[in-house]
């Protein structure tokens, strides 16, 4: 049981997009219903060794950055260069891709939220920010090196570490901003964006921090694409635009991307007293587990329990529901009907943005709260492209004997998706994320009133 | 080798050590210290070592690299030492 706490407000936001130079391209490309999805040449070049070739991939020149590489190890980006100059050269040699996205998006955060330097770096500031995945793009070439080349360890350098560490986002971004307060990583899996905005939420919530930097990010890697491809989970036989079909009767995967979300979360009470254009406010935040022993598959009880938890001692009545909606056969029925389960069938949209742009992984759950902030701002629902028919039929569980959820298919609240955008007040979104291991979180955002 | 020219091979690697203040770089002499005065940070030392190795085609001990001094002439001395040992 949890109550009491202060409110707490998000007042800047940030961060790196596939095929979208900037946040307002991003916001431009997505309530123009456009897809994010692209051919990718890096799978593409195995040829037959791999099953999926789309992603919403980040190349570094698309964010003005370059590797590079060590003339000693073949394939090691030794460092990146900032051809836009935002990020000092001491920084970029500590930084994976991903990181240098944080850093990145954290920068235009702080400057949306208009923190001053002390605010910055005062010991109430703190930065709490993780990824899904390893520094696999730095691992690959030094391990390589060192076990297959039999060649000596110190030839990879000194920064293999700090550029591949797990809280190495967090520790990148504090390094820059020099503040003070917390500064540590939340993984869990395709939960860690949103998770790391739920943990900082409740640091601000109960007088530990006054802001905090928080987010989530996965840097575009081939390694990691492969680590699923190789489960055979990931969007096969689509155009790119047409690959990520959430609820859609034919989607046969999710399409794996990547990408950065950083908010900028403050007291609300000393965002208002200085003026701050606030974003929205956070209602509220839960995260549980299935705590059925499932590492895969999706637990409908435990989603149950997660809006229990959302909702308890806080009024939730949202307009729009920000699913997971991933494109995978199994997650998407099971989260429709949980949500209907609770929501019931009308008064409310689902909006589902990886039918635009993939599943970004350890950053999905924050560029998704991104995509929540911009629906709240425009008063519109960003559609589900692609659920061109949902099943007519029920679900293979619904016919069992102890299935307690929605007996009807989910062809039956096919109106709750919008295939375009869409027009509405809103005035609460719910954001919802799930991962591996049977993590559930969520979200409640709302208007400033 | 000269030592000039070792040094000047030297400069090179350091270029492209992103760590380090490139303004610093001139007058770069045997006394000049990596750390007190191009404020080297002392991890980066190890990569300085692996790519002087590279440049001037020698591999040193271990027991060299924990007992190398932040002077450049320490690491000048460390180069010819180790190309006379062959």
């Known amino acids: 049981m949890v109550s009491g706490g202060r409110k707490v407000a998000i007042v800047g936001m940030g961060g790196a997009f596939p095929d979208c130079k900037d946040l307002s391209t991003f916001k431009q490309k997505l ?20 099953r999926s070739t789309v992603s919403g991939y980040i190349t570094e020149e698309e964010m003005g950055l370059e590797a590079i590489y060590s003339t000693i190890l073949p394939g090691y980006p030794e460092t990146y260069i900032d051809h836009l100059g935002r990020i000092p050269d001491s920084n970029l040699s500590t930084a994976d891709i991903g990181s240098i996205w944080s850093m990145l998006g954290t920068q235009e955060a702080i400057k949306m939220a208009g923190w001053s330097t002390l605010e910055t770096e005062s010991e109430q500031t703190g930065v709490v920010i993780g990824s899904g995945g390893a520094g696999n793009t730095i691992l690959r070439p030094a391990w390589h090196n060192f076990f297959e080349l039999k060649r000596k360890s110190r030839l990879a350098g000194s920064h293999t570490v700090d550029r591949t560490m797990t809280y190495r986002d967090s520790a990148n971004v504090s390094c820059l901003i020099k503040n003070r307060g917390v500064c540590e990583s939340i993984g869990s899996a395709c939960a860690t964006g949103l998770g790391n905005i739920g943990y900082a939420y409740r640091l601000i919530k109960f007088g530990l921090q006054d802001r905090i930097i ?111 909606g991933t494109s995978t056969p199994v997650g998407d029925a099971i989260e429709l009907l949980s949500v209907v389960d609770v929501m019931g069938d009308k008064d409310y949209q689902i909006a589902a943005p990886k039918s635009q742009f993939g599943h970004m992984l350890g950053g999905a759950g924050a560029v998704e709260l991104i995509t929540a902030l911009m629906m709240l701002e425009k008063q519109q629902v960003l559609p589900c492209l692609n659920a061109e028919q949902l099943n007519p039929e029920l679900e293979g569980f619904q016919k069992s004997a102890d299935w307690e959820g929605p007996k009807q298919p989910l062809a039956a609240y096919r109106h709750l998706l919008s295939p375009q955008t869409l027009d509405k007040e809103i005035n609460q979104i719910v954001c919802l994320n799930y991962g591996f291991g049977g993590t559930n979180s969520a979200m409640a955002i709302s208007r400033d009133h | 080798m000269e030592r000039q020219e070792i040094i000047d091979g030297l400069v090179e690697i350091l270029k492209t050590v992103r760590t380090i203040d490139q303004t610093k770089l001139v007058n770069i002499t045997e006394e000049t210290d990596f750390i007190a005065d191009l ?48």
């Open chain 1, 214 to 324: 928080a987010g989530g990010v996965e840097g575009t890697s081939i390694e990691t694409f492969a680590g699923f491809d190789a489960m055979q989970v990931l969007s096969k036989g689509f155009a790119p635009a047409q690959s990520s079909r959430p609820f859609d009767m034919n989607r046969n995967g999710f399409v794996c991307s990547f990408g950065c979300g950083i908010v900028a979360l403050e007291a609300y009470d000393i965002a208002k007293a200085r003026g701050a254009n606030i974003l929205a406010v956070i209602d509220n935040y839960h995260n549980n587990s299935d705590g059925d022993g499932n590492m895969f598959f999706p637990s409908f009880s435990g989603q149950k329990r997660l809006w229990k938890g959302l909702m308890n001692d806080v009024h939730i009545k949202p307009d729009v529901v920000k699913v997971h």
């Open chain 2, 39 to 86: 404020n080297t940070p002392s991890t980066e030392m190890i990569n300085i070592a692996a790519k002087t190795e590279q440049k001037f085609d020698v591999e040193f001990e271990d027991d060299d690299i924990d007992d190398l001094g932040s002077k450049v002439k320490d690491i000048v001395d460390l180069i010819i030492r180790t190309k006379e040992k062959g």
């Open chain 1, 31 to 50: 309530f123009n219903g456009d897809s994010l999805i692209r051919s990718w040449d890096q799978p593409i070049a195995h040829e037959k060794n791999i």
